[in-house]
């Protein structure tokens, strides 16, 4: 677990030790814990995280989102890599009040193609330029170039 930011109530993790966490987060002011995570495919993430587990980032997740605490995935797609797990994320923002924000690390355009219904959101949302898809309850996020 990072430094809490006390400024904007929010915690950066993996996601491994959030469940255990959780509680003393809330207890803490937190709002909105982000996950890094660049796949939900058990095999990939422990190919990928040094053979740690998928498992505890899930139930991690589930108490934070049970707690009230928001959640924002930070998602890395590498081509080859996870690249056809796009649709997956999509269905999550679909199916819960995620914010699911991509990183700089594959070009936006093969994204926003499979996609294409994705509309912007107005608002001020930081380095974040933000979505959402008809009928979803989470959004859809790009991490601006820096």
């Known amino acids: 677990m990072s430094d809490i930011n006390k400024e904007i109530k929010t ?6 030790d959030l469940e255990e966490k ?11 814990v ?7 495919n058990y ?3 422990s190919q990928s995280n040094d053979g740690k587990e998928l498992q ?17 995935l930070e ?5 080859g890599f996870n690249d056809d797990e796009i ?5 999550l923002a679909l199916l819960h009040n995620y914010d699911i924000v991509f990183l700089p690390t594959i070009d936006y355009d093969i994204i926003r193609k499979a996609m294409p219904a994705l509309r912007q959101v107005k608002g001020d949302f930081g380095d974040v330029e933000m ?11 790009f991490m601006k170039n820096r």
Not at 11 to 16: C, E, F, I, K, L
Not at 75 to 79: A, R
Request: charged share 30%.
């Open 34 to 40: 982000r996950v890094v995570v660049n796949t939900f």
């Open 22 to 32: 959780a509680e003393k987060l809330k207890a803490d002011g937190v709002e909105e």
């Open 11 to 16: 915690v950066v993790t993996d996601g491994q």
């Open 56 to 72: 505890p980032v899930i139930d991690g997740i589930n108490k934070a989102v049970g707690l009230g605490l928001g959640i924002r």
């Open 43 to 45: 095999t990939r993430y």
């Open 75 to 79: 998602v890395g797609l590498k081509e």
């Open 131 to 141: 979505f959402k898809y008809p009928m979803a309850k989470g959004r859809i996020g």
């Open 87 to 91: 649709l997956d994320f999509l269905q």
